[in-house]
């Protein structure tokens, strides 16, 4: 028997960092992302060799599943690992499912998120919020509110495929987000202020996402990225050139993934600019990556997974 489960990774455009604890706790947070056609892979299959995945024994010990003598698992992200695309959290929604489906225990949404969060955030140790989890097994574009003792809600939105071009720079988002905790704790006021600031923007986000308006959205998305910057750590000098590039040809609004820090650019282009803007980021060394929102998570039944 060989299960193989695939996990979408995500975008997101207002939001982020309000998930993570201690802020979500204490002020809640709110976060708009969608999730693409790029996935993370998780596979379990017989094999003669023991099996040694840190990730799959811890998830099995956190599931209450017994160890399976002659099957091994493994999960891939392929290069998108560092894209900032939520790749490690995709993988641990893919383990986490792969493991509950192959036991005949499929879990909902809200629980393959829940399990995987505390995977990769307590068991491992991978400094985050939650976001990246309930998108993955969720799948869609969503508005999502995070509370206190880990309370989460989805509400479904709508919005067309959106451009993405890789900046081919990858950073480890785990220590801007750490000092963005250290920040939080601390009750630095220009930190508390520019997360408020994204939360209120995320939830206008989703007035007008309902009203269809895209030039407003834009709009919104354009003044998140301005508040992200503040935070410490935010954008690497060599990915300026490219967000320049983009919005001078014809880009609305403009993002970098990663915490900020790098890995993929979003993006907002109206179809008739749309081959334009990736011309010039191609011209200018960005590698424009044409990408489809989609609605599948790794809970739904066409989650793309597969037993043989």
Partial sequence: MTVVVRAPLRIGFSGGGTDIMPYAGEHGGCVVS??????AQATIESSTEPDGSLLFSTARRLLDLPYEPGYAGRATAGDLIGSGLGSSSASAVAVITALSESHGRPLSRADLAMFAYRLEREEL??????QDHHSAAHGGLNF???????TVAVTPLRLEPEPLCDSGVRRDSGQVLKEQVRAVQR??????????????????????????DLKSFAELMALAWEEKRRLAGVEQPQIRPLLD???EA????????????????????APAR??????ALAAAGGKPRAVTLVNDGAGTRSALRSKV
Avoid: C, N
Avoid at 34 to 39: K, V
Avoid at 144 to 150: K, L, P, T
């Fill in 34 to 39: 969608a999730t693409i056609d790029l996935h």
């Fill in 187 to 212: 009750g630095e006021r220009t930190v508390l202020h520019a997360l408020y600031r994204m939360k209120t923007f995320a939830v206008e986000m989703r007035h007008q996402l309902v009203k269809r």
């Fill in 245 to 247: 590039t983009g919005q």
């Fill in 274 to 279: 749309r081959s334009e803007v990736a011309s």
């Fill in 144 to 150: 999502m509110e995070f509370g206190a003792h880990g």
């Fill in 125 to 130: 140790g991978q400094i985050g919020g939650a």
């Fill in 250 to 269: 014809g880009s609305a609004a403009a993002k970098v993934r990663g915490a900020g820090g790098g890995g993929f650019l979003l993006f907002f282009v």
